[in-house]
């Protein structure tokens, strides 16, 4: 019996073997990674704005320092992901061109506003606490230049998340100000880092053919449970209200029940009309403008070279 080249594909994936660059795969799983990856990418990018906002009013030196380091660290992760697509055939300067242009989409979760320092601490624990669990399962996803991206991106992630938790540890055991500001963010926290999982499972387009291919080893509605039941018991050590009325233990399935997202809200953020979306694409646009003359610098200094090298 002779298999279809996509037969064939998909025995490679059933066999959990990793897809790599000069591969044959089906057009549209190419396409598909394209879009997660250089989504991602673009995340990790507008993503490092809102903790930059806090960059320079950082409550100490050492803060301050760590803070940056974490920031920078989101910027690798971008340039990771984006060589990451380019072996798909990605160009770097169409996808950059996409994401300026609003044609691509990144996580809504990074068009919210940092109020306080607090909402730094929400970031960290929260946020990369999401990506965390979002991102061990792509260590192995079934293409290879993606899973081994996650792997570093992962152990970076897990600081990023311990920092995160760290800040919100000291604000909830500072004075009766400090907690407050803690809960305060929490509140404000919450809801938008149970949208970063996407749509319920019954409303994502991409989720089962993506869990066929391996791109994704659990759905949207999966890793949004494993967040809530990981997350509650921080929460309580933290002595923290979750803002949820409808949170409970349901001792059935040994999970949380929780309320359900506000997806009004989560696609209005994801079509653009978040309370950041404007600023940040605008801040995104103002820094590759501005990096123009870097740009054309490296390109004038690696012409002269050539040049030399050739005479
Ligand atoms: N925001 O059919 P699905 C980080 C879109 S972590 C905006 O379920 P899929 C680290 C989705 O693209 C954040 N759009 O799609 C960090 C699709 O639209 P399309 C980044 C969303 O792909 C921490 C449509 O809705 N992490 O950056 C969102 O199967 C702290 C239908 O959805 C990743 O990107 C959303 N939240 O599942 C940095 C992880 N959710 O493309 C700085 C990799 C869905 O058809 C500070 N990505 N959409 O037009 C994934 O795992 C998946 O792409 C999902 C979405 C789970 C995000």
Redesign the pocket.
Known sequence: LELTQEEQFQARIDADERIEPKDWMPEAYRKTLI??IS??AH??LV??LP?GNWITRAPSLKRKAILLAKVQD?AGHGLYLYSAAETLGASRDQMLADLHSGKA?????FNYPTLSWADIGC?GWL??GA?IL??VP?CRTSYGPYARAMVRVCKE?SF?QRQGFEIMQTLCEGAPEQKAMAQEAFNRWWWPTL?????KDAE????ER?MQWRI?RFT?DELRQKFVDMMVPQAEFLGLTVPDKDLHWNEDKKAYDFGEVDWDEFWQV?KGNGLCNHDRLQARVQAHEDGAWVREAALAHAKKRTEKAIS
């Not at 989409?105 to 979760?109: E, F, H």
Request: glycine share 6%; charged share 20%.
């Open positions: 879009r997660q989504q991602h995340s990790e993503g490092m903790e989101e989409k990144y996580s809504s979760i970031v946020v990369d990506a979002n991102q792509l992630e990023h949208m970063m999982f996407g749509p994502s387009p991409n989720t993506s994704k949207n994801v």
